[in-house]
């Protein structure tokens, strides 16, 4: 059945003449060129299999080497994350300390500040009361200077009347 329809096939599209009949050779010849074109195929399909093979054994290398690159980045980036995140923990507590630091600074500052004020005070205070009693003495030793010329006055008028 398969030979007669090869024979059918060679009979109908035969080059060496419309009336010729298909013999063995000819079906021989026919399945020879059939065959070589398979195997070309084949051979072809073959090269461009192997062809994406390598492709793809090409592009698995520079994807893993990709992935190679970026997980190191990812390792890189992590670990420099947590060594800034150390140095960030360490430079807050280091500024606690300083503005605590500072803030007693601050306090001690201002109570000296405050106490420089009462203290000025105090002696502006006292420097008045001083030049007040200083004024008051004056005028007090004036008037004893008042009375004593007074009383020595009267003394000698007194000394006038007894003799």
């Known amino acids: 059945s398969t030979q007669s329809t090869w024979e059918a096939v060679v009979s109908t599209q035969s080059t060496w003449g419309s009336e010729a009949k298909a013999t063995p050779m000819k079906s021989a010849v026919v399945l020879c060129l059939f065959a070589l074109v398979a195997v070309s195929f084949a051979a072809e399909a073959q090269s461009s299999l192997a062809a994406l093979l390598a492709m793809k054994a090409q592009a698995s290398g520079a994807i893993d080497s990709a992935m190679g690159v970026l997980f190191d980045l990812k390792k890189a980036s992590l670990t420099e994350r947590d060594d800034l995140n150390n140095r960030n923990k360490t430079e807050e507590a280091e500024g606690t300390r300083a503005v605590a630091e ?40 004036a008037e004893i200077e008042r009375k004593l010329e007074e009383l020595a006055v009267q003394r000698c008028h007194a000394n006038a009347l007894f003799v």
Request: charged letters at 30%.
């Open 102 to 141: 500072l803030t007693q600074i601050l306090n001690v500052a201002q109570t000296n500040y405050q106490n420089g004020v009462e203290h000025r005070e105090f002696v502006e205070k006292e420097i008045e009361d001083t030049e007040k009693h200083i004024v008051w003495i004056e005028n007090r030793l």
